[in-house]
């Protein structure tokens, strides 16, 4: 059910929650590009929970961080919410660890926050959210500046999560970020698709990153537009060399022109890639 686009303000939220409270048949809501943001939208949240829907999209509604507490509400506990999208709000603030305390109860499997604001102070709440979570399986963090030294506590708890794809895209991750990568990926034997295009992770550490790559399980990485030049290429070569997992490499708009690009031609021919791009 689409109503996306509507000029919704809080007060719909009230309507909205009659309509899908105790509803036995809706499994999918798109309310995205309205105005949701208020008082009410907590007896939205609060229908939720006894509602049957499986699919909640709640993209550009001008959430604030107020607004997690009644998310929070929403999805602890829930046994049917499979899917919830909050990308394009503004959530960062103090109320962001509710939200991800609720997470580790709900049955949720994927979760979008893209382009929320998210610094690097979330990093924590976010590692609270997905440590031992059995059900998450989809994280998207795209769009946001987890760039920090707390960026390590989210990498850690990825190790224990069931997460198999995490997106990371423009988060203005730079060299000192493959370190806590590194700690993320190593061993991980649940991820599967890693996207860190849009960043800088060019310099001396990239070489521990493509290290770690060789024992994870990682089938799909993205290191799209990451300005990395022919200096990384030695190190790209040692991270799919014979390893027997990655089928997708997308390496486009970086500058791999030189003398070592030989290098990763040739560990090409010994790895397991299906798609370079």
């Not at 993209?59 to 046994?79: E, F, M, T, V, Y």
């Not at 730079?174 to 990926?185: A, C, F, M, P």
């Not at 550490?205 to 290429?233: K, P």
Request: proline share 2%; glycine share 4%; hydrophobic share 35%.
């Amino acid at each position: 059910y689409r109503l996306d686009r509507n000029h919704l303000t809080d007060s719909s939220c009230l309507h909205l929650a009659s309509g899908i409270r105790n509803n036995q048949t809706l499994r999918t809501l798109d309310l995205s590009g309205n105005n949701l943001e208020g008082p009410h939208f907590s007896d939205l949240m609060a229908a939720l929970t006894t509602s049957r829907i499986e699919e909640l999209i709640l993209d550009r509604n001008h959430l604030r961080d107020s607004s997690c507490l009644h998310l929070a509400s929403g999805i602890r506990n829930n046994q049917t919410l499979k899917t919830l999208s909050l990308s394009e709000n503004n959530l960062e603030g103090p109320h962001f660890r509710d939200l991800m305390a609720a997470l580790t109860t709900s049955r949720i499997e994927e979760l979008q926050l893209e382009s929320n604001r998210l610094t690097a102070s979330s990093c924590p709440h976010l590692a609270f959210g997905i440590r031992n979570n059995q059900t998450l399986r989809t994280l998207d963090l795209s769009g946001n500046n987890l760039e920090g030294s707390h960026f390590s506590d989210l990498m850690v708890a990825l190790t224990t999560s069931q997460i198999k794809e995490l997106h990371l895209k423009n988060n203005h991750l730079t060299d000192n970020s493959s370190i806590y990568l590194v700690s993320g990926i190593s061993h991980n034997q649940t991820l599967r698709t890693l996207n860190l295009s849009g960043n800088n992770l060019e310099g001396p550490n990239f070489n521990i990153l493509m290290a770690a790559l060789i024992t994870s399980w990682i089938e799909e990485l993205d290191l799209m537009y990451n300005h990395l030049t022919d200096s990384s290429c030695p190190h790209l070569a040692s991270g799919i060399r014979n390893n027997q997992t990655l089928r997708t490499l997308n390496l486009s708009e970086n500058n791999l022109e030189g003398p070592h690009f030989s290098d990763l031609m040739a560990a090409l021919t010994t790895s397991r890639i299906e798609e370079l791009q």
